[in-house]
């Protein structure tokens, strides 16, 4: 699901974001310093404040939300993964910021062979006063779909297997 076309196309964005806010910030901050040496008071607290006002918003609105996605693309690039095998349950229509992405909340019911495997074998103790039981095999979990990949993944009652990266999904079989 995720490309290498992903990661380019958000430095791509970094890269023009810093074309127009720099040039802003530089005029603004050259107006300010000959504003601060001419003695010109009233213009260099306009400045200021402009110059303030403008490198928060450019940072803050673009800037940093666009830094956290590209890190978040380059772990799931290089960090661990694990596979989950399972049905598609239900996929939330409500978006939530997760990590620097929109993403959707995606419920999986797990194969009953991988729901084996995954549980954390009990004591002797709890088995022998029958804490444990057998009957309660299904689990369901929930990881999160990036918005813009919606079209790739299947719909409800799909059999897939989920390659994630954390909570996220990377890509699906």
């Not at 095998?85 to 009953?112: F, N, Y």
Request: proline residues 4%.
């Amino acid at each position: 699901m995720y490309t290498e076309q992903d990661l380019n196309v958000i430095n791509a964005r970094i890269r023009k974001n810093w074309l127009v806010l720099g040039p802003i910030l530089a005029a603004l901050l050259a107006g300010y310093i000959y504003a601060l040496s001419a003695g010109i008071e009233w213009l260099a607290m306009v400045l200021g404040a402009l110059l303030f006002v403008a490198a928060c918003y450019g940072l803050l609105a673009y800037l940093i939300p666009n830094m956290r996605y590209r890190g978040f693309l380059l772990d799931m690039e290089a960090g661990l993964s694990r596979d989950v095998r399972g049905t598609i349950v239900e996929i939330s229509g409500t978006a939530e910021l997760q990590d620097g992405a929109m993403v959707l909340p995606v419920w999986v019911k797990l194969d009953p062979d991988q729901l084996e495997s995954s549980m954390p074998v009990g004591t002797v103790e709890s088995k022998r006063l029958g804490l444990e039981s057998n009957e309660d095999t299904e689990d369901e979990r929930i990881v999160y779909l990036n918005t813009s990949k919606r079209a790739l993944l299947p719909g409800p009652g799909a059999e897939v297997v989920l390659h994630c990266y954390g909570r996220h999904i990377k890509s699906v079989e």
